[in-house]
């Protein structure tokens, strides 16, 4: 996407869609705005919610009540222009210093998968796997499913990821556990029990009692 930077026009709409956040026109509720209003502009909004997100993203003290708002607005416009989304959950996922971007676009990801995006979202989840005991309960495992789902839904494009990755994978430095699940989530693969039964021994590793079900 292209118009990132705030220039007359975008800054004036930029400043509108900050008002309306609170606007009586739609009785002062941003939950109207975001899921209702502005999905009904379809990808001329992308622009602005891109820009909007960034600026409460780069605030310590912002409620994350407002990015998800807008993350759910982008996800809705997806279903009518999913290419265009696409490249917003690629860009949210691309600001490594940034949870809030991060988790963005691996919630849109999951919705609209890339291809491209898998490897990043591999090394996303890689640490929230190591860091789940380190986090705050909620938020780890919060993190952790969310990368694993964006993850699950990115190999459905290419299964042979997945086998390559076990391959090449070190079960002494990585959660190599994980790619074991991803295979047996793989659709339409009918090897996939096979192919996993000879690549993981019988103790291949200890599985979060909050592993998503099969």
Same mark, same amino acid.
């Given at each position: ?61 912002? !409620?994350?009540?407002?990015? &998800? /708002?807008?993350?759910? %607005?982008?996800?809705? $416009?997806? =279903?009518?222009? +999913? ?10 996922? !691309?600001?490594?210093?940034? &949870? /809030?971007?991060?988790? %963005?676009?691996?919630? $849109?990801? =999951?919705?609209? +998968? ?101």
């Amino acid at each position: 996407m292209e118009r990132y930077t705030s220039n007359g026009v975008s800054a004036d709409v930029l400043k509108l869609l900050i008002n309306l956040e609170t606007h009586s026109s739609h009785h002062g509720i941003p939950e109207a705005l975001y899921e209702n209003l502005i999905p009904t502009l379809g990808e001329r909004a992308l622009d602005y919610l891109y820009q909007r997100f960034n600026l409460l993203s780069s605030d310590e003290k912002t !409620n994350r009540f407002i990015p &998800d /708002l807008i993350t759910k %607005a982008i996800i809705v $416009i997806g =279903k009518t222009y +999913p290419e265009k989304v696409k490249v917003v959950g690629k860009n949210f996922l !691309n600001k490594n210093n940034n &949870d /809030l971007c991060k988790e %963005a676009g691996l919630s $849109i990801l =999951k919705e609209f +998968p890339d291809l491209a995006s898998i490897n990043k979202i591999w090394e996303i989840h890689k640490f929230n796997t190591k860091t789940l005991g380190q986090q705050e309960s909620k938020k780890g495992s919060f993190n952790y499913i969310l990368s694993f789902e964006a993850l699950k839904s990115c190999v459905q494009l290419q299964s042979k990821w997945v086998e390559e990755s076990i391959e090449n994978s070190d079960p002494k430095k990585e959660p190599t556990y994980e790619l074991g699940w991803l295979l047996l989530n793989l659709q339409n693969h009918k090897e996939a029990l096979i192919i996993f039964q000879l690549f993981f021994p019988t103790n291949w590793g200890v599985i979060p009692y909050w592993r998503i079900e099969l």
